[in-house]
T-cell receptor
Framework: KAGVTQTPRYLIKTRGQQVTLSCSPI?????VSWYQQTPGQGLQFLFE???????NKGNFPGRFSGRQFSNSRSEMNVSTLELGDSALYLC??????????????FGPGTRLLVL | GNSVTQMEGPVTLSEEAFLTINCTYT??????LFWYVQYPGEGLQLLLK?????DKGSNKGFEATYRKETTSFHLEKGSVQVSDSAVYFC??????????FGTGTKLQVIP
């Protein structure tokens, strides 16, 4: 099976712009979670989508949003970019078959640099 | 809320040395526990996991035992290699896919 894929891998934007990141989960996986990784804050949970609905949300401002499509692919959007949004954004997928403590499988990440 | 505390790095070891990376957690209920590894420029890879007390997860020579009495999940390897150099993250899933990660421990193995 192909793993989790994320596009693009690298992105450079300027302050005030918006950005959309894409994640394709492992085939058959229905849940997609997003994380932000920075040297200062470590890995922080952004949100999780399952069956096209946001199920969980971390403590991030409303500039961070996402959606999930019927094929389980997910996009994450950040509007009005700030310098502090520079980070590695990781996507993870799980089957979400039953229970709620399944293993998450991570993609390679999208590295965003905001200038 | 849930939290994970890992020993601070970096940890520098000589090849074939014994490795221990400490991890303790705070959580309600019975979380699943994980160790992930991140190589430079890459995402996180699952190294091992344990889903209930006294379970031992193992993979590629690494082991960790879920100790509920001490709320710990320490990572060990008997003989490290240069190729084990990476950042190791301890994590817990307390439910509903909201995973809490430790801050990560950088391991450097020198020949």
């Amino acid at each position: 099976k192909a793993g989790v894929t994320q596009t693009p891998r690298y992105l450079i934007k300027t302050r005030g712009q918006q950005v959309t990141l894409s994640c394709s989960p492992i085939s058959g996986h229905r849940s997609v979670s997003w994380y932000q990784q920075t040297p200062g804050q470590g890995l922080q949970f952004l949100f999780e989508y399952f069956s096209e609905t946001q199920r969980n949300k971390g403590n991030f401002p409303g500039r961070f949003s996402g959606r999930q499509f019927s094929n389980s692919r997910s996009e994450m959007n950040v509007s009005t970019l700030e310098l502090g949004d520079s980070a590695l954004y990781l996507c993870a997928s799980t089957p979400r078959l039953a229970g709620s403590q399944e293993t998450q499988y991570f993609g390679p990440g999208t590295r965003l640099l905001v200038l | 809320g849930n939290s994970v505390t890992q020993m601070e790095g970096p940890v520098t070891l000589s090849e074939e040395a014994f490795l221990t990376i400490n991890c303790t957690y705070t959580a309600t209920g019975y979380p699943s526990l994980f160790w992930y590894v991140q190589y430079p420029g890459e995402g996180l890879q699952l190294l091992l996991k344990a889903t209930k007390a006294d379970d031992k997860g193992s993979n590629k020579g690494f082991e960790a035992t879920y100790r509920k009495e001490t709320t710990s999940f320490h990572l060990e390897k008997g003989s490290v290699q240069v190729s084990d150099s990476a950042v190791y993250f301890c994590a817990l899933n307390g439910g509903y896919q909201k995973v809490t990660f430790g801050t990560g421990t950088k391991l450097q193995v020198i020949p």
